[in-house]
């Protein structure tokens, strides 16, 4: 869903100045969806059941309009509609009424499957936590899912998703939490296994169980999990991966969930190479793996973060200089500093004051995360 403001000058003091929401919902495409006369007749009767006067402003303008885009063998839909909000009070409301339509028209076969992606466009919406907390209430509401998140890829522009939390950044800096990569290995061999013995283990699920060990690699337990206990499935696992899974009994796994960690999951989230989803309170945002290298100069001899210490840019070069964690090819370049500190600053991860540099207020409660829409974490539910 995209949502745009767009903040409209008025004359006089009194008159209250509007906001426009934008906002699109994307359905997964159908092979056996037809934009026929009864679909776009019924369609226009929940429209008008939902519209709203704008004055014809923002994108889209106060009445849902559906759009149909072929994507490889099927036909998939796009609704957009505008809400214009003149106070505070209605936001929540407006945009609940928007969710209410993408609703209706999934329930109603309307649209070519269910919600994948949910868009809100509208000025400065990552300066504006009231508005999202509006967004976040309405989208709950509506659809009674997870907590949502925002991942804010493009400027004014919000997607509404889940986010399943790893670690904090700092832990993932540091290496010290509970995902370590010297368990990847181990990972990879039972994942592939996996994956080429389908039918073999189908009515079983499989986690690891880490666990800490003070100033150490921590353990890892391969588990499983089904209606009983199957011998076969351990001898199996054993014989081609070396790794001995442990059986969890439904009852014992639902109890403690949390100790439980998808195969997937922990791959990615040991994972020492590519860039970072980062969860900044709310906002979800990317890091590049040249920027993950650079948050190391903000960090002490012994990889502790120096949160309100504030670093000159010729300080900054210098630890560049000899960092371990930026590329050697890299480590002489003015050019790669500046490029990484502004990307840095404009996305919330550092601050800057008159030419120095901290890490952002915040930082240590940052957590790392995988994004996912709202489709593709729909299919990892089932």
Known sequence: MTVV??????????????????????????????????????????AAEYSMSTWMLGSHGGKARLQTDVQGIGVATR?????????????KRQIKSAFELFRAAQERHLASGDIDRLLVKFAKADERPREREYIRQAHNEVFQ??????????????????CVSYQ???????????????HRDRIDKVRRHLQQEVGRYE?????????????????LDFCYTGPAQDRRVEAFLEGYTEEHPQFVSPEDYARDRSRYVDLSDYEQASRRFGGL??????????????QVSLLYLFFDADLRPELDQWFTWDALFLR????????????????????????????????ELEGNYRLAPGFAQFRHVSFYQLGEYRKRQR
Not at 79 to 91: D, T
Not at 145 to 162: I, M, P, S, W, Y
Not at 322 to 348: D, H
Request: glycine content about 4%; overall charge neutral; proline content about 5%.
């Open 5 to 46: 403001s767009h903040v409209l000058k008025t004359v006089g003091d009194n008159v209250p100045v509007p906001r426009v929401f934008d906002i699109t919902a994307y359905f997964e495409p159908s092979a056996h969806f037809q934009y026929n006369r009864r679909i776009r007749k019924e369609f226009d009767k929940l």
């Open 79 to 91: 609704l957009e509609i505008g809400r214009l909000v003149f106070r505070e009070g209605s936001q």
């Open 145 to 162: 899912t997870a907590e949502c998140a925002f991942l804010n890829r493009e400027r004014d522009t919000l997607e509404l998703g889940h």
């Open 168 to 182: 904090s950044v700092v832990q993932y800096l540091r290496e010290d939490g509970l995902y370590h990569s010297a």
């Open 203 to 219: 009515n079983h699920m499989f986690y690891v169980r880490p666990e800490a060990v003070e100033n150490d690699i921590p353990r």
């Open 277 to 290: 989803w980062v969860l900044q309170m709310d906002i979800v945002r990317y890091l590049f793996p040249q």
């Open 320 to 351: 560049q200089q000899s960092s371990r964690y930026i590329p050697k090819a890299m480590r002489q370049s003015q050019t790669f500093l500046e490029m990484m500190l502004e990307g840095l600053v404009r996305n919330c991860f550092l601050e």
